[in-house]
């Protein structure tokens, strides 16, 4: 997309030409179009819980029912509520990301110290998560509360998918100069055609489990804008009926590949690594 701008030329008040700028608004033309299908999709996203609460408080308003029938209504505004709060505050979220406001502060952390320590929540819970960990090194430079974010978000999606099992395996091992950490459920698994989307906004399974679960439809996305701007990669694998393993890797900060590198491509005995 060119923008055009005509400017004339004069010289002692006598117009000898025209000047024209061509401007290339590709981006600005992108960033619009974003901007109002991004609108659209969160208005969407908002008035149907909106609705549904308004719907049923104004049947609990206008009839007497059965003590047994109201609390079913309240529960259903309660949880179209939460939703409504989850939404907005994912969604803030990422929109803060995205726009690069939200400060990273990075450390050097044991990624299998922080992993152990998001399952330890899990200890109590319906589903039993393994820590299936066979990396020897797993120093990484990381913001740890972020990386706590996506474990929850991947370990909280692997458990909301599975309601017929209730194993989920999480396996951390070095891959190269990576970590890679994999979050491996029995689950409803994924149709193959809707793998690819899934990070993207909003995009959730279309189909009626999926729908029946509930969900924002934003995690993944928030994943994935977490992991990119620490320099690691995340992907899903999925056999729809089978399961899902969602993986992400993020550079070693020690790794043996590093070293060598390190020390001029020779291999140095004495160096711990
Ligand atoms: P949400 O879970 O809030 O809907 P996410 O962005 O985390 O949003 O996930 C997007 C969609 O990807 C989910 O709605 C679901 O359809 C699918 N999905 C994510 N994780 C899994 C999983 N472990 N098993 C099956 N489907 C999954």
């Known amino acids: 997309h060119i923008d055009v701008y005509a400017i004339p030329v004069f010289r002692r008040d006598a117009r000898i030409g025209t000047l024209f700028v061509h401007r290339d608004i590709t981006r600005e033309y992108e960033l619009d179009l974003m901007k109002s299908e991004l609108v659209s999709t969160v208005s969407h996203e908002l008035r149907t819980p909106l609705s549904s609460v308004l719907g049923f408080t104004e049947l609990l308003l206008a009839r007497t029912m059965k003590p047994e029938k109201q609390l079913k209504y309240l529960e259903t505004i309660h949880k179209e509520a939460k939703r409504l709060t989850e939404l907005i505050n994912d969604f803030l979220d990422l929109q803060r990301m995205e726009s690069g406001k939200q400060q990273y502060t990075t450390e050097s952390a044991n990624l299998s110290e922080i992993v152990l320590g998001v399952l330890d929540q899990y200890k109590l819970g319906s589903h039993n998560v393994l820590l299936v960990d066979e990396a020897f090194n797993s120093e990484v430079e990381v913001d740890r509360d972020k990386i706590i974010q996506v474990l929850t978000n991947l370990l909280s999606n692997a458990i909301k998918f599975s309601p017929d099992s209730n194993e989920v395996n999480v396996h951390l091992h070095n891959e190269e100069d990576r970590i890679v950490v994999r979050i491996q459920d ?30 924002t439809g934003l995690g993944l996305a928030i994943c994935k804008e977490i992991i990119d701007k620490q320099k690691g990669e995340i992907g899903i694998e999925s056999v729809e009926g089978k399961g899902t393993t969602v993986w992400f890797s993020l550079p070693n900060l020690y790794s043996e590949h590093k070293q060598y590198e390190e020390d001029g491509g020779r291999w140095n005995p004495d160096k711990e690594v």
């Open 186 to 215: 029995h689950g409803l698994g994924i149709p193959k055609d809707q793998i690819g989307h899934l990070f993207q906004k909003f995009r959730r399974v279309d189909n009626s489990a999926s729908k029946r679960i509930g969900g």
